[in-house]
């Protein structure tokens, strides 16, 4: 068996994980990553693709890419439609914020490069993970893509491993709290090829369910639409998943530019939140702590959060020997989280048609929709958490 000792082993190389270990490399702190996927998986893995100001600010001003600034583009608002009719509602106007569209597969892209560039130990395709003695001296045990058994032993442990954390089980039942909210509902995923059919986002709410146009590139776009929890992709049809676009976004002259679909999937969700997020020398980041519905573009977004606020303490608890320093991490992070939670909830809940939704629930969440686009607060508020919440200043001292 090969042995590493470090100051702070990462499970899970995904934006969370490599941006903890890219500014913690930036104050000179070690650290090693691992992941089960390969780095090609990770790469290909479609995802959101939304990015705060807050997020693309970080991404910029710390060294991750400029690329976000030359090849993201800058959306000033979103488009809400209903009853046929649509109603832009101008961040810019509003907040003075815009958000970026830049799928989080260029984020990783960045992040994966830069700390390669620097030299960053992130082992890829690694096997057997597990984790031990978390309230002590962490080590972090796998074997590598060439078969060898590898131990790391480290001052701290990062599991910012996924919804289905290794880390996450380290915590003991008695230690943690876990709150939930499943949705009777799903999301039906397409890309397609074809130029886009809006300039912004547009989030249409119909007697048929919701439905969102998103964007990647100047040829492929990416398109949703409320599903069954068990309704099976293969089953749709190119026409079949164009009609039902069609249908839910229709009005005002709006025509979705149609091209074939080259990828679908079904896409179920939920609401969840780990409560602490840290345990002894343990301390979870990203979808290891929560997840979000996807409606409100708030998962990538509080994962990059997450980071910024844990590196900064890790930074001080191990060039200056304070492990107390992580003591408010957990406050620190759930105040965004759960405001989160709210925003993506209740937008979640005011698009789409719930089972067994009567006509009085239709009608109010309509009036709901019309009182948001026709009152400059209602759109404000819409506005502010979309582009998200002000970042507090860096702190000279924790």
Not at 17 to 44: F, K, N, Q, W, Y
Request: with cysteine.
């Amino acid at each position: 068996m090969s042995m590493t000792r470090t100051s702070v082993a990462i499970v899970g190389a995904g934006p969370a994980g490599l941006m903890v270990s890219h500014l913690l490399a930036r104050e000179g702190v070690d650290s090693v990553v691992v992941d089960s996927r390969s780095r090609e998986t990770i790469a290909t893995t479609h995802r959101a693709g939304i990015l705060e100001a807050g997020s693309v600010r970080l991404l910029v001003d710390d060294g991750v890419s400029d690329r976000v600034l030359t090849e993201g583009r800058e959306h000033e608002g979103i488009e809400l439609r209903f009853d046929g009719h649509g109603h832009r509602v101008d961040f810019q106007d509003l907040v003075g914020r815009s958000v970026w569209l830049y799928p989080q597969t260029s984020v990783f892209a960045d992040l994966a490069a830069r700390r390669e560039a620097d030299g960053g130990d992130v082992r890829w395709s690694v096997t057997d993970t597990a984790v031990s003695d978390v309230t002590g001296r962490p080590t972090l045990s796998f074997t590598d893509a060439d078969g060898v058994a590898q131990e790391v032993s480290a001052r701290y442990l990062v599991g910012a491993d996924g919804s289905h954390s290794v880390c996450r089980r380290a915590v003991p039942e008695a230690k943690r709290q876990t709150f939930y909210r499943e949705y009777p509902f799903a999301w039906f995923g397409v890309l397609v090829e074809a130029p886009p059919s809006a300039p912004e986002l547009v989030y249409a709410s119909s007697p048929r369910g919701f439905a969102l146009v998103s964007q990647r590139t100047d040829t492929v776009q990416r398109m949703y639409f409320q599903c069954d929890l068990d309704e099976d992709p293969v089953a749709w049809s190119d026409d079949r998943i164009w009609d039902e676009l069609q249908t839910r976004v229709a009005g005002d002259g709006l025509t979705l530019n149609e091209g074939p679909v080259v990828e679908r999937t079904v896409l179920p969700f939920r609401s969840f939140v780990h409560e602490p997020m840290r345990h002894g020398n343990l301390l979870l980041a990203g979808d290891a702590a929560h997840t979000v519905p996807p409606t409100g573009a708030k998962g990538l977004n509080l994962a990059l959060h997450d980071a910024r606020l844990l590196a900064e303490r890790l930074t001080d608890a191990v060039r200056h020997d304070r492990p107390e320093v992580l003591d408010g991490y957990t406050e620190a992070a759930l105040d965004r989280v759960w405001r989160a939670q709210h925003f993506s909830s209740w937008l979640t809940t005011l698009l789409h048609t719930a089972p067994g939704e009567t006509e009085f629930d239709e009608r109010r969440r309509r009036a709901e929709l019309t009182s948001i686009v026709t009152s400059r607060h209602g759109s404000a508020y819409l506005a502010e958490a979309y582009t998200g919440w002000s970042l507090p200043a860096r702190p000279r001292a924790l």
